[in-house]
């Protein structure tokens, strides 16, 4: 029998990021792997878009992620490609064999 917690994780791998549930295949830094975007958790949140002083529009993006496909643990204020377009991260958690990640960059 499995622990809670072995079963949470089971879940976490085997539904959370199923493609056929709520995962995607987007391009992270060069490679095609399976994330979970929740850009309306950042809306909620008042981080989604936001105007700096100047006027400009953050276009910010918040996306799960398995630590498998990440070779190296993103650190705040790295760059990150994501599908195409160049983001600094802002924030980094670490939960449940996964990482958070909130990236922030400047929609044109």
Known sequence: MRSFKEQL?????????????????HNVD???????????TLLQLN???????????EDSK????QKEHMPDQPVIDQVMEFDGEMYQVGNVLEDFGGYTII??????
């Open 9 to 25: 994780e089971k879940d976490f791998k085997d539904t959370f990021f199923n493609l056929n549930e709520f995962a995607e295949i």
């Open 103 to 108: 990236l922030k960059g400047n929609a044109g």
């Open 47 to 57: 981080l989604g878009k936001t105007a700096d002083s100047d006027g400009i529009f």
């Open 30 to 40: 060069g490679a095609e792997i399976p994330v979970v975007v929740d850009n309306e």
């Open 62 to 65: 918040m996306f799960f992620v």
